[in-house]
């Protein structure tokens, strides 16, 4: 009834084998550069410190004054400061020194 080609499995294989193509190609042109770029902003909301020069992704530019668990303390003017996720800073403009842990700050 189905004539004793035998040759079923091989014909699957290759009809399967320009979707296994495209999974491949998907995944060394976008998902491991995502991968690589999630990496990347998560070591660099790590490293934040106090000092830094960030922008945030609503595009407030501003410098670093407290740094928290989740969030940070942004001055953007002369004694103009905010909150903000961490998560939210999308570059790291200038790095700072470190700051000593006993150093004074004026509130």
Sequence with gaps: MFGGTGGGSSDFLISLFPFIALFAI???????????????????????????VVVTSGGIVGKVSKVEDTEVQVEIAEGVKIRVIKSTLTEVRSKSEPVPANANTPS
Excluded at 37 to 44: A, G, S, V, W, Y
């Design 26 to 52: 998907m995944y060394f042109l976008v998902l491991r550069p995502q991968q690589r770029r999630l990496k990347e902003h998560q070591n660099m909301i790590a490293n934040v410190r106090r000092g830094d």
